[in-house]
């Protein structure tokens, strides 16, 4: 028999309040119009209504916004389960796009699939909502590294600082 | 020893041309201000000037637009290799951010690593420049579908339609 | 509310039967030692025991074959959805090795994720098993072509005949 | 203008007779034939002779044997660029299959992008070789973690210990 999903005991018992104010330092989540909706240990859900700016010429929300929130989606959720004075970044992801991100909003869905120490592996889905219609548009597996001891900065690299996306 | 880099002849004389407007038709390009500035035959490289609207509070450019010009650098250079009346889409990409996007431009450059007649892969690489100092940021490897006898539509997915990104 | 996970409908009422004959062509499954348990639409699950010619020197799994495993549970799930005159190819994956394969057996389990008409989307999840105890060891996101009208390969590419790794 | 390739200078003088001893300990190398052939800063070269045991039905070498030897030569690639007290793991990598593996020798190239001192994304091509045409039949993308003061165990995972594949 499969094992019942890891349950997740965060280190840091301000998690939410810490995860929901670096998600609001990222100007490019405000450009977008994404909202962090949903913060749980070892899952974030974004959601971002569509707008005329962030679509292609037939009303679909762009890919490349499609994997911005996906990536964030993923990261936020390693970003719960680390200490408070360690940040995360992005080492990298694999993304799929499956069906037009077509609906009145994406919701993106990410989480912890192995918390190591160094290393967090995440998986986030993202939906397109149309009607109340949900269809999956895109998966993602992506690879998170924590800096211990590193105060946020929300952006960097896999090779120094630490950032989201 | 090494076989030389395949020379690729383009099935359409006119894919330069192509590739600009498919390229013009993108809405998020022009808002983040992303120029294609080389098409050639399986490659093409986009340029990205460093815009507060784009970056990250310490001045960086965001991972995510990081990946947006690195897949269209991918979908593009493909596109170049493509019948007039073939479309392409991003089946899936996986994006490596090695490096903080650090510097007064971004040059995306993409290739075709196997032009197949289904299914073309590329790769790409985004350097970030800065005092005329390049320094690689971002490294990705994509698969894009070719959507043949079908018109040019910027949007879409791998299962319908035909998309960059 | 998140919609529930899709049910699959194999279009082959005899999905079963093909899929286990195309898993017993497979003279590497053999060489390893590597056994197909469960087939259910859209779902198969690969056990392998733990001998020494597929150990690394400490006793275990060696991540390569952990890998040949993971490949082949995505590629026999999305095969589990083709019509009896489909056969299918691995276009791509991506692997994370989360953790030593460190157990009397593996347990491989791939699942389709987006059951597209020429492409479906898979993920997999590979367990090391010791005293009952399970470990993930690896997850996969994997992209499978069907090729229509093509008879069973048990090798090839994304570009020509039809092949599970 | 793009930048020259980075020359690499290996921080271990012996860095070649240690990737060598290292290759040497996989038994899953040998189980298949495997030779490391080329062992230089930053690039390595497996070549592997096909036989009938790592064959599909029609000849071509199993793409899960492709995936084994890309895996291991961006791996060993990074390996030559550490220090002699440090041992490297493949924390994950994502591998397209783009032609069949149909000749009488497969040759994998794994060269390193960018060397950080914790990850190390490398890069991969294997070329099947028939009657001296060479044919590119995979590519892979890597993340390399670098497991500084730990002696080299040939096996193990980005959590735990240092292994190659």
């Known amino acids: 028999m499969r094992p019942p999903p890891t349950q997740f005991q965060p280190h840091d018992p301000a998690y939410a309040e810490r995860v929901r104010t670096s998600f609001a330092r990222q100007q490019a989540m405000g450009l977008i119009g994404a909202e962090l909706v949903v913060v749980e240990p070892g899952f974030t859900e974004i959601h971002l209504a569509n707008r005329p700016e962030i679509t292609q010429q037939h009303g679909f929300v762009h890919g490349g916004i499609v994997g911005m929130i996906a990536d964030n989606a993923g990261g936020f959720a390693a970003n719960t389960l680390t ?83």
């Not at 609906?103 to 912890?112: I, K």
């Not at 160094?118 to 998986?123: D, K």
Request: aromatic letters at 4%.
């Open 83 to 165: 200490a408070a004075d360690t940040s995360v970044l992005t080492v990298e992801y694999k993304l799929n796009l499956v069906a037009p991100a077509d609906g009145e909003r994406l919701v993106a869905r990410g989480e912890v699939v192995k918390p190591g120490r160094t290393l967090l592996v995440t998986r986030a889905e993202v939906f397109a909502v149309k009607d109340e219609q949900w269809t999956l548009c895109a998966v993602m597996q992506q690879t998170i590294m924590a800096m211990h001891g590193k105060k946020e900065r929300t952006h960097g690299s896999a090779q120094e600082g630490a950032r989201h996306s």
